[in-house]
């Protein structure tokens, strides 16, 4: 099971909630159920020029996944008078208003608040077990904050690992858009005897796919906030259609950003207690997904194990910490088998465009060689050839698929693995249909399959615009991108002719499945020529690993100019020192000339290395 590697990998919340302390011993009325929360309505209302809010935590039952499966005793905010919520209410207020805030703290234990005194400080509101505490500051600087709660720890399982203490204060400028708010929070547990801690991973208080469906029409504006409370990273992705940031921050408030400096991208990397501000306006109808790049955190292995963490956890509650045992993973059916970190979005629309005739034809086969990675497989991708393809030959990452902008393709993917799979084009604006996520891509009446083993499909699109895209498995992720399935998709202006003397990728991925797997960058290792300018294409499709990279020469870092995020070309490139940190699913062009002498790329993630290019 991969589940601690997460954990290792990106520092979730897991470890400080592990530790499981005193346990209730009388225990009163069952918990009330939590309720999801969508935020589209605000806590409190105003009242004698004051928005006065009462809240009170509480123990909680919440259900992370759906009404029918297992259901954990967590500390949780509410209303005074109503169910509690996870995640906590939405304070909502226009700028300028005054707002009082009256917690109750109905758990057995002290609780400590941040967020609630001032939005944007990290000051702590400390209220006794039973005690209410008020709190009153004015909104004005508009933005997105999150306030959060922990117990002092005499009894922690209300706090830690356990809590899903977490609120939003929403403050509006005049004329502000209406959005919609999603917050990530997590949960996790102890380990069970032969496994690794278990977790769970919510949008708005449920896991894929329980998750909310969000409804759009084609040319539709949508303005989405998202803010992070669980413990790790989450590159934040959308299938089919670019998003543009529009503002960046953390809990204690976010900036909006210039026109200059709002980028297009289709994946956003969220640190933990950041939160981030998008618009974009779906423009093809079918079913799409905005989800967490982070293989573990869309892995159908948390639904399957919702269960024993549920059962660890009523125990622990009643002082038995003994584990249970690890449940055998359960066979996937391969069809949209996510769980966790996933919204599905339904665009209604005009129907798809026609076939276009006269596409290029690419043929693309995935097959496997034994013991690439010790003793389990490389799974990996490989082109047509004259005279067909040996049996066990691959390339990892895949070959670099080569397009010209606004050229229709037609590309058949050959399955020849033992189990299924489906090929997702990254970045690429396309029919939904042809999205590659199977059992789910498409319309309600016109899915499209996952590609069973000895069968194929064809993908048929028109690269719109030109820049660095990504193709890669979107079926048990952890497990088939860490074992090679993944490549680079680059799209040519149209009449450029692809050099890879000067055009160059990065790419940087995990090599094989077990916890500890390694980092790794994959580049051609042709030399760079001192003066004169190269395209570095960086690529980041690690299964869950933030890269930080810095580029020296002479133990000096160089300039370069960064002039594409994700296959969009920067509105305003420009000379930078060259350093970046990028999340999975996230690419990014940038121009450089380097002197003589070798560039060294000072790479920081799960493992560090340097990846020296030579400059002749
Ligand atoms: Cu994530």
Redesign the pocket.
Known sequence: MNTLRQYRRTAGPALAGMVLGVALTCRPAPSPVATPNDFRSTAGRLDAGEHRVALEARAARWFPSGNDRPSFEVAAFGEVGQAPSVPGPLVRVPIGVDVAIALTNSLPDTLLVTGLRDPRTRDTLVVAPGATATTRFRADRPGLYGYSGRTRGTVRWVGGGGGQLHGVIAVDSTGAPPDRIIA?TGWSGAAPTGGDSTFV?ALNGRMWPHTERMQLAVGDTAHWRVINFAG????MHLHGAYFRVDARGTHTGDTAYTAAQQRLVVTETLLERETMALTWSPERAGRWLFH?H?AF?VEHEMEEELDVAAAMWARAMAGDTTPLPQPAPAAHAGEHAMSG?VIGIDVAGPASAPTVTGARRIDLTVQQREKVYADTPGLGFVLARPGGVPADSITIPGPPIVLAQGEPVAITVHNRLPERTSVHWHGMELESYFDGVGGWSGSANHVAPSIAPRDSFVARFTPPRAGTFIYHSHVSEVRQLSSGMYGPLLVLPQGQRWNPERDHVVMFAVAGTHDTASVVAHHSQRPLRAGVSHRLRFVNIAAADLVTVEALQQERVIDWRVVAKDGADLRMPSAQPARFAMGPGETMDVEVTPARGPLTLRVKSFNNFDLVLQVK
């Open positions: 990530i991973l790790s990273i989450h590159p967490c982070d955190h970190l």
